[in-house]
């Protein structure tokens, strides 16, 4: 089993920066591929980023390509999402979880920490 823990919300004003982590306890979390979801109120839950086990294959969803960079160093157990040029739109609650499967689709997820908040203000 792996837990996770996601940190580095808060509040930003828009055009600014945050980076998002997600600390994972347990020893095989460098076995999976790892991803980063946001679900705003009122939304469903959506893809953000994703990064393969090895760290050598990334992917984005179109709506932040070019602002957002995922990576991870498997030696922290941790995966990190920097963010750029933020939007109000980007304002949502931020979850990793992680995959078996090199995969967009959240039911091929099996582990999913509690989110943190990104709040962009215009």
């Known amino acids: 089993q792996v837990q996770l823990v996601e940190s580095g919300g808060g509040l930003v004003q828009a055009g600014g920066s945050l980076r998002l982590s997600c600390t994972a306890s347990?020893?095989?979390?460098?076995?999976?591929?790892v991803g980063w979801f946001r679900q705003a109120p009122g939304k469903e839950r959506e893809f953000v980023a994703a990064v393969s086990w090895s760290g050598s294959s990334t992917r984005y969803a179109d709506s932040v390509k070019g602002r957002f960079t995922i990576s991870r160093d498997n030696a922290k157990n941790t995966v990190y999402l920097q963010m750029n040029s933020l939007k109000p739109e980007d304002t949502a609650r931020y979850y990793c979880?992680?995959?078996?499967?090199?995969?967009?689709?959240?039911?091929?997820?099996?582990?999913w920490g509690q989110g943190t908040q990104v709040t962009v203000s215009s």
């Open positions: 979880a992680v995959s078996s499967s090199w995969s967009e689709d959240e039911r091929f997820y099996n582990y």
């Open positions: 347990g020893r095989t979390f460098s076995r999976y591929d």
